[in-house]
């Protein structure tokens, strides 16, 4: 049995004995700003990890570990500032922009998750003489050991969960963890600091969910593209430490050109990717392709705050682009941006830098046809040695077994030819639409806030 994290043994003392408040009575505004926060969420219910992964990001930290457990979900990070605890608590019940970016990304993010869902939060920092604890319903101060880096731990359940089952409790654990783990894979891949989940590098490109490394997805190209855009940062894993949960055929994942290094800021990041996948067909495993969409996606401090689908460009071939979206509009949440003139240039900015790199770009599965060509020489030899001792035999059935083992070999590659042939017809089809794409305006209903949190 797991020792307790500190979070949960705070809570449990603070059952034992009482609730203290060492921090004194809220003030009548405090209550107020309360009452406005209380409704306060983002969308999407794990979102909120969202923002302390901007906020660690923001703070200017040279990493970021992400430890999941039984009872919470725990963030370690060291700050080149370090926040005193009055600072934290006075940003929580501000309702306004907080100066410090990064501690306003990360309020942002506990707001969702402890006025909202009332799940409580632990945080201490090095230097703090006591931890800044929400119980679920207010602050407490309490002990703490000393320490080399920041602790933020964040409750799996509410303040009135977790007396059930022992099962249940672990089963509702598990589900947490998992709900956190995939809005993390889905959207803080682009984190341009390395960040670890249980010692398992996220920050690639490679990682995107739809165009990254699996078993049914094939990078061909990744493209780090000049152009006059906001600096991007690249995930530090991309050309390092990162390693696929589940890596496609060996053999068709030669068909990927990597690039020669990997430079600290671009003003577009891109993959180029090829999407087949093995079935069966009667008693032989078969490879077809199958159509993509591609994404153009929007990064601020570590995450994808947005996406847009690219209209037509969809195929057996599909590009993922990567464009910062610092300075532009976005909603309170500063996970929605505005779409509107600021949008619009930006985007076609993008698709210009981009547009050169397509034109470039080949495909070829030359790795899998020699693969291929080799298995049916084998197998046709192995038949031509059959042949010969049966024809000895009975002479009829020797040539008919020499015949097919002839077909056999001089068949091999086939296959893997028609699939390239395939895949080159959905990259002129990509470099095709993506020359005619023009970036669709939506206006949106809600009010905007330049390079909001």
């Known amino acids: 049995m797991s020792r307790p994290s500190e979070l949960e043994e705070f809570l449990r003392a603070q059952v034992d004995e009482g609730a203290k408040d060492s921090s004194g009575q809220f003030t009548l505004s405090r209550e107020k700003a309360l009452e406005k926060l209380a409704a306060y969420q983002l969308q999407g219910g794990q979102a909120w990890v969202l923002k302390i992964v901007q906020g660690v990001v923001a703070s200017g930290a040279s990493e970021l570990a992400v430890r999941q457990t039984g009872t919470d979900t725990e963030f370690h990070f060291a700050l080149l500032e370090p926040w005193t605890i009055d600072q934290v608590e006075d940003a929580f019940y501000e309702p306004e922009v907080t100066a410090d970016r990064a501690l306003d990304h990360i309020k942002r993010g506990l707001w969702s998750v402890s006025l909202h869902s009332m799940r409580p939060f632990f945080l201490a920092a090095p230097g703090w003489e006591q931890a800044l604890v929400w119980t679920g319903k207010a602050f407490r101060r309490g002990p703490v050991a000393a320490r080399q880096s920041v602790l933020l731990a964040v409750s799996h359940r509410t303040i009135y969960e977790g007396k059930g089952l022992p099962l249940l409790r672990n089963l509702e654990a598990a589900s947490g963890n998992a709900a956190v783990l995939a809005e993390l894979r889905d959207r803080a891949f682009t984190c341009s600091i390395p960040l670890k989940v249980d010692n398992r590098r996220m920050d690639a490109l490679q990682a995107c969910p739809n165009s990254g490394v699996s078993k049914t997805s094939f990078p061909i190209y990744l493209g780090f593209l000049p152009g006059n855009l906001p600096g991007l940062p690249i995930p530090p894993a991309t050309l390092g430490e990162y390693r696929p949960v589940l890596a496609g055929d060996p053999t068709v994942s030669k068909v990927f050109h990597p690039p020669t290094h990997l430079p600290p800021e671009v003003a577009v990041a891109c993959l180029i990717t090829a999407h087949l996948r093995e079935i069966k067909r009667g008693k032989s495993l078969v490879w077809e392709t199958y159509i993509h969409h591609s994404t153009l996606y929007w990064v601020r401090d570590g995450v994808v705050v947005d996406w847009e689908i690219l209209n037509g460009a969809t195929g057996c071939v599909s590009c993922a682009l990567f464009v910062s979206a610092e300075g532009m509009s976005s909603d309170l949440t500063g996970l929605k941006l505005a779409r509107g003139e600021a949008y619009q240039k930006r985007f076609q900015a993008a698709l210009e830098s981009f547009r050169p790199f397509l034109a470039r770009a080949e495909v070829s599965l030359e790795a899998m046809v020699r693969s291929q060509q080799m298995s049916g020489r084998v197998a046709g030899g192995v038949m031509l040695v059959g042949a010969v ?65």
């Open 389 to 453: 001792a049966l024809a000895f035999m009975v002479p009829i059935w020797g040539l008919f077994l020499a015949g097919g083992a002839l077909a056999t070999m001089s068949q091999s590659g086939a296959a893997a030819r028609a699939l390239e042939t395939d895949l080159k017809r959905g990259l002129e089809r990509l470099q095709s639409e993506i020359r005619r794409l023009q970036p669709k305006v939506v206006a949106r209903p809600y009010e905007t806030q330049k390079d909001g949190p």
